[in-house]
């Protein structure tokens, strides 16, 4: 495997490194790699990498999709907040209590 030299580390990542490394009980260059590998979007699995199956800085896959009717609820609900008064929201000087009722 080839052997890769990263220059100009400044402190606070150097810091969180080394914090990882001591937390985990892994080496700096284990903490590195691992690091390397998620932001690559590679897993290792069985001691052969392989691409994860959606990309890194593709979140929809994980967190799904919204239909037209959902899409158009929530603008709704947006524009509603928009417009209302701050006391509608939430009612001043009234106790808790009164506001589960």
Do not use: C, Y
């Amino acid at each position: 495997m080839p052997d890769i030299m990263i220059r100009h580390i400044d402190r606070l990542m150097a810091e969180r490194i080394k914090v990882l490394a001591k937390e985990r009980q892994w080496s700096i260059n284990d903490v590195v790699l691992q690091a390397l590998r998620h932001g690559l979007g590679v897993s290792e699995s069985n001691n052969l990498l392989a691409e994860n199956l959606r990309e890194s800085r593709d979140l929809s896959d994980a967190v799904g999709h919204w239909d037209a009717g959902e899409r158009a609820a929530f603008q709704e609900a947006m524009q509603a907040l928009t417009v209302a008064r701050s006391e509608q929201l939430a009612p001043l000087n009234r106790p808790v209590s009164e506001l589960l009722e």
